[in-house]
């Protein structure tokens, strides 16, 4: 960004707040990224389809107070070693938005 600056052009800084941004990606738009701009496919592609269906959650307060279960349509498993690797390849069409623009950018 320092070149930029001592060429006198505009900047602009931009922050996103991802603190829920696992939980709201949608699962079949990332499955079609995978197999379409990183040419995942196969039993590959079936496996991770497979593991980020059919998942769900419940809220446990004490061992006697648990909510009924909900089926989790979107987002990737949180705290999980791959979880943050989807988050990642889900968000990598955003520095290509950004190049087609024009605009120079640091992540």
């Known amino acids: 960004m320092i070149p930029q600056v001592d060429q006198r052009k ?6 996103l707040d991802l603190s829920a941004a ?3 990606i949608d699962q079949d738009c990332l ?6 701009q990183f040419g995942i496919k196969g ?11 059919e998942r769900s959650q419940a809220v446990q307060i004490n061992p006697t ?4 279960s909900t089926c989790l349509q979107f987002g990737v498993p949180q705290g999980s070693i791959l979880g943050p690797v989807l988050f990642t ?3 990598a ?5 950004i190049k087609a623009h024009g605009m120079a950018f640091h992540l």
């Open 65 to 68: 107070a648990v909510s009924s």
């Open 22 to 24: 696992f939980g709201t």
């Open 89 to 91: 390849l889900h968000t």
């Open 31 to 36: 499955l079609h990224r995978l197999q379409k």
């Open 10 to 15: 505009a900047m602009m800084l931009v922050l």
């Open 43 to 53: 039993v590959a592609l079936k496996w991770l389809a497979s593991y980020m269906s």
């Open 93 to 97: 069409p955003l520095s290509d938005i």
